[in-house]
């Protein structure tokens, strides 16, 4: 479970362990591919597609419909066996846990430059001197503002929880690991940026020529077309030597935010709407890191269609006040959405440190989480679960930028029974969700993750 504490303001999470629950006793499927003929007068069937390994997984392919692939996986046949015996008296189960480096933040962030200047002074101190640097790093409030010093101090709450129950270590930072600087994090996405996901490595050939035409135009098919998994347990999704992790019940389109028709078209609607848009900042035009959104595309983008009466909409923002401002006074007012509350999401070291300092004037340790809901009077609003204000989400970030924690748990108690998610600018799945983005896939990379035989007595 990711929910590690509940206090009265916010909660201790761990990604982390998030991801080691959820990929338990996996199961595998593999390639597959269209039958050699087509029909025309059948391209809008539903149309199994032949393994051309072992049945482990039945796949459907929809020629016409915007649901373009289903994996379906019950786990009950042989080949679907997810199980190697070892003997007669017991059985290997196959997992799959995050590699350790990816939430290897052992020390707050710092230029290198700086980091050896510490490890230089700590390697010349004496134990007394750091008892006194200890005591002198007290943070003062005096020149916070309201809001940052309630976070300050409601994480603090939050981490002495957290070493309470052994989530932290409690151990002062080493010289060697000011030196290393997170270094084995920084180096897991150097190689996590190496890979090269892309749609064709998924792809599902076809003889039809006016299939081959649409599949060419759109990647091979994946892109712009609606994927779902609709089996219990975990699986790994294989091709051309690749593999991917699928959580349970999940699914995922592979596009940019214009084609959201494909679920406008299907007539779907959501129980929560969260998103994390690359907003338009000097630092990212300057550094030409990743592709932004204008402002004004946001504001396009389809909500009211996509939202239920009462639908949470939960947008990620940074510390940048016209941004917040520009959630709260102007997107969500065009969404028809109502803006309920405020959350803040800490990061903090293994350590239970902050990876920047509070009251650091330019980088802050926190994110801000803006919750609204969609409605179509703002007297309905009564007729749904209150929405806290200022809750403090307190986890270990991951190695990757903007990789931000799971918030299905947290979120059950403002959500119907068997809500359904959708998430925008997506790069990771959810049991229960539908992603959505142009790097969805990115973390499901099973070179992500180390696989892990546990073995089990037979009963």
């Not at 994480?155 to 084995?184: D, M, R, V, Y």
């Not at 990647?219 to 975990?234: A, D, F, I, K």
């Not at 990789?403 to 959500?415: A, F, N, R, T």
Request: aromatic share 10%; proline share 7%.
């Amino acid at each position: 479970m990711a929910l590690l504490i509940h206090a009265n303001d916010g909660w201790l999470l761990s990604h982390e362990i998030f991801l080691e629950s959820m990929y338990r006793n996996l199961h595998y499927c593999v390639q597959a591919s269209v039958p050699d003929t087509v029909p025309e007068s059948n391209h809008s069937e539903i149309r199994p597609i032949s393994c051309n390994l072992v049945p482990v997984t039945t796949c459907y392919l929809n020629l016409k419909s915007n649901v373009q692939f289903k994996i379906t996986c019950d786990g009950t046949c042989d080949a679907c066996n997810n199980v190697t015996v070892d003997n007669k008296n017991h059985e290997k189960i196959l997992n799959a846990k995050p590699k350790k480096d990816m939430f290897g933040i052992r020390t707050p962030f710092l230029m290198d430059s700086a980091a050896r200047k510490i490890a230089k002074l700590k390697r010349h101190s004496s134990e007394t001197q750091e008892r006194e640097e200890s005591k002198s790093k007290k943070v003062s409030l005096k020149f916070f503002k309201p809001k940052e010093e309630y976070i300050f101090k409601t994480t603090a709450k939050i981490i002495q929880l957290g070493f309470e129950i052994n989530q932290f270590h409690p151990e002062p930072i080493t010289s060697e690991e000011w030196l290393q600087n997170n270094s084995c994090a920084r180096n897991f996405v150097k190689r996590l940026n190496s890979y090269e996901v892309i749609a064709k490595d998924m792809c599902m050939p076809s003889t039809s020529s006016e299939t081959k035409a649409e599949l060419g135009a759109m990647q091979c098919g994946l892109e712009n077309r609606l994927v779902e998994y609709t089996g219990s347990s975990p699986c790994i999704v294989t091709h051309d030597r690749k593999s991917f992790l699928l959580p349970p019940h999940s699914s995922f389109l592979w596009s940019d935010i214009i084609a959201l028709d494909v679920f406008i078209n299907a007539g779907k609607k959501f129980d929560a709407i969260l998103m994390d848009p690359p907003w338009e900042n000097k630092s990212v035009k300057r550094k030409k890191g990743y592709a932004v959104v204008a402002n004004e595309k946001l504001c396009h983008l389809p909500i009211p269609q996509l939202a239920k009466p009462g639908t949470l909409v939960l947008v990620w923002s940074t510390n940048n006040d016209n941004q917040i401002s520009f959630i709260k006074n102007q997107l969500f007012p065009y969404w028809s959405v109502y803006h309920c509350a405020d959350w803040y999401w800490v990061k903090v070291t293994q350590k239970g440190e902050p990876v920047y300092p509070f009251g650091n004037p330019h980088k802050k340790p926190f994110e801000n989480l803006i919750i609204g809901r969609f409605l179509v009077d703002s007297h309905d609003m009564g007729s749904f679960q209150p929405v806290e204000e200022d809750k403090v989400l307190v986890s270990v970030p991951s190695a990757v930028h903007s990789h931000k924690p799971p918030l299905s748990e947290v979120l059950k108690p403002y959500l119907p029974e068997g809500a359904k998610g959708l998430e925008l600018f997506a790069r990771y799945l959810l049991p229960h969700w539908t992603s959505c983005g142009n790097e969805v896939l990115k973390l499901q990379n099973l070179d992500c993750f180390e696989q892990v035989f546990t073995t089990v007595q037979r009963v």
